[in-house]
């Protein structure tokens, strides 16, 4: 059992940088990949950035240059940079974790991100 708490979400103007961060507890067994998603209104939930426990990352193209994903393996943390943020970034994000890749795992509860001036 893995529980995830994310924080870090928040309103801020296009351009400007928030850092996420997702706390996490239980088995360290089940966090091989973590994951960063996200959801806009009205839209899919996609996903967004991904890490594994050797800290190999993959970050969806709409992102990469902008955020960066990293994970604290002793804290059991995993943090989202954002910098150069748009209003197409606005969404619910989402930590998630898995003992593999394809597997159902665990989320979180999600933190709100609004870009907008």
């Known amino acids: 059992q893995v529980q995830l708490v994310e924080s870090g979400g928040g309103l801020v103007q296009p351009g400007g940088s928030l850092r996420l961060s997702c706390a996490a507890s239980?088995?360290?067994?089940?966090?091989?990949?973590m994951a960063w998603h996200r959801q806009a209104p009205g839209k899919q939930r996609e996903l967004v950035a991904t890490?594994?426990?050797?800290?190999?990352?993959n970050l969806v193209d709409s992102v990469k240059g902008r955020f960066t994903i990293s994970r604290d393996n002793v804290k059991k943390m995993l943090y989202l940079q954002m910098n150069s943020l748009k209003p197409e970034d606005t969404a619910v994000y989402y930590c998630?974790?898995?003992?593999?890749?394809?597997?159902?795992?665990?989320w979180g509860q999600g933190t709100q991100v609004t870009v907008s001036s």
């Open positions: 239980g088995s360290i067994s089940s966090m091989y990949v």
């Open positions: 998630h974790s898995a003992a593999a890749w394809g597997s159902p795992g665990y």
């Open positions: 890490i594994t426990d050797s800290g190999r990352t």
